[in-house]
Each structure stands twice: as structure tokens, then as C-alpha cells.
């Protein structure tokens, strides 16, 4: 069976051109804002999970690599993983890791903090990243993009762990952003 492919089935593509681009300049970090962005303006325009569901750049990486690929177990997620308690739970600490870049940011643009130039992996793991960053721009923007290349990159290597020990999109059964919208889009259908 040979399905049509689509413009939105190569936005895979993004997803490796912006971890390339913050690799050798951090600044580009910012471009993930793009990702936090567009599935609520969906969801609050449309009032579907639309982007989600067909326009996700890290959806359509997990299905070319999951689905097209192959890499992945074919095992079913732990009901606990697609309960409520464990998707609201993830996302309240995605939100709040998040909030924690906003607030570091303002910390450094304070002058109470100065910048870590490093991008920090599952929360723990700091990286030397301090090449990509050129001073030519006000501390605390370089701080924000190393807090937000973090957090993609934490939850980057959350999504690729779980297509190999699940299927290709479990990330997207508790994606922070997905979890978000669909509450979002409950809440206008009432």
C-alpha cells in the first residue's frame, strides 16, 4: 500500500536543520519558539490539534524513523504513560522547566546571575557549549537560547527513547504541547 506523500511529511527536515543551526550558533535557539507558537494558535484559532497531528516536525521525524525506518519495538506503551495524572504531571514540569529559562533570563539580564554558556541534557547533564555563543548580543538573549536549546534537546531525546521502546509517536501521546492544546481545544468545544 503506497500512500501520498505530502509537503508536511519532509517538515522532518526542520527539526535537524534547528539542532544544526544551535549547535554552531546558540542564538538560532530562539527559532524553537516556533514550536511552542504554532500548535497553540492552532488550537486556539482552529480549535483542533491539527498541527499536531499533521504539521509537528518532531511528529513527522519520529514517523520517518519510526514508521519508514523501522526503529522502534512495536511494544505497546504502560497505561500509566497515557493516563491523565502522568501527561498533566509532564506537562506542569515541562512548563515549569520553561519558566525557569524566562526567570534565569531575567536573572541575567539583571545583572544578579551572569550566563552559563553550557546547554544542560535531561535537566542534569551540562554540555561546554560556550562556541556557539558571540557576545555581540545582550547576555541574557544568549541565556534564553541556551535554556530553550536545552529544553528542545532534553525533550528531543525523550521522544527518540521512547519510539525505539515503544511505536514512532509515544512521545505524542504526552507531549507537553499536545497535552496543552488538547485541553485547549476541550475547553472551546464546550
Same mark, same amino acid.
Given at each position: 500500500m503506497n500512500k501520498q506523500r505530502h509537503w508536511y511529511h519532509y517538515l522532518w527536515i526542520w527539526s535537524i536543520i534547528y539542532f544544526s543551526l544551535g549547535f554552531f550558533n546558540i542564538l538560532f535557539a530562539w527559532l524553537g519558539l516556533i514550536s511552542f507558537c504554532l $500548535? !497553540? *494558535?492552532f488550537a486556539i484559532g482552529g480549535g483542533n490539534k491539527l498541527f499536531c497531528n499533521r504539521y509537528c516536525d518532531r511528529g513527522? !521525524?519520529?514517523r520517518a524513523l519510526g514508521s519508514q525506518v523501522g526503529l522502534y519495538a512495536r511494544k505497546d506503551m504502560p497505561q500509566w504513560?497515557?493516563?491523565k495524572a502522568f501527561r498533566y504531571g509532564?506537562? *506542569?514540569?515541562?512548563?515549569?522547566?520553561f519558566f525557569n529559562i524566562i526567570y534565569t533570563s531575567y536573572l541575567v539580564a539583571g545583572e544578579t546571575q551572569s550566563i552559563q554558556e553550557a546547554v544542560t541534557v535531561l535537566w542534569s547533564f551540562q554540555l561546554p @557549549? &560556550? @562556541?556557539?555563543? &558571540? &557576545?555581540?548580543?545582550a547576555p541574557w538573549v544568549a541565556q534564553f537560547a541556551f535554556g530553550l536549546y536545552s529544553l528542545m534537546l532534553t525533550s528531543e531525546i525523550i521522544a527518540l527513547v521512547t519510539m525505539l521502546i515503544y511505536k514512532p509517536r509515544s512521545w505524542c501521546v504526552?507531549? $507537553?504541547m499536545g497535552t496543552l492544546t488538547q485541553t485547549i481545544c476541550k475547553a472551546k468545544a464546550q
Amino acid at each position: 500500500m503506497n500512500k501520498q506523500r505530502h509537503w508536511y511529511h519532509y517538515l522532518w527536515i526542520w527539526s535537524i536543520i534547528y539542532f544544526s543551526l544551535g549547535f554552531f550558533n546558540i542564538l538560532f535557539a530562539w527559532l524553537g519558539l516556533i514550536s511552542f507558537c504554532l $500548535p !497553540l *494558535i492552532f488550537a486556539i484559532g482552529g480549535g483542533n490539534k491539527l498541527f499536531c497531528n499533521r504539521y509537528c516536525d518532531r511528529g513527522q !521525524l519520529l514517523r520517518a524513523l519510526g514508521s519508514q525506518v523501522g526503529l522502534y519495538a512495536r511494544k505497546d506503551m504502560p497505561q500509566w504513560m497515557k493516563g491523565k495524572a502522568f501527561r498533566y504531571g509532564f506537562m *506542569i514540569f515541562f512548563f515549569a522547566m520553561f519558566f525557569n529559562i524566562i526567570y534565569t533570563s531575567y536573572l541575567v539580564a539583571g545583572e544578579t546571575q551572569s550566563i552559563q554558556e553550557a546547554v544542560t541534557v535531561l535537566w542534569s547533564f551540562q554540555l561546554p @557549549w &560556550s @562556541w556557539t555563543y &558571540s &557576545s555581540d548580543v545582550a547576555p541574557w538573549v544568549a541565556q534564553f537560547a541556551f535554556g530553550l536549546y536545552s529544553l528542545m534537546l532534553t525533550s528531543e531525546i525523550i521522544a527518540l527513547v521512547t519510539m525505539l521502546i515503544y511505536k514512532p509517536r509515544s512521545w505524542c501521546v504526552f507531549c $507537553p504541547m499536545g497535552t496543552l492544546t488538547q485541553t485547549i481545544c476541550k475547553a472551546k468545544a464546550q
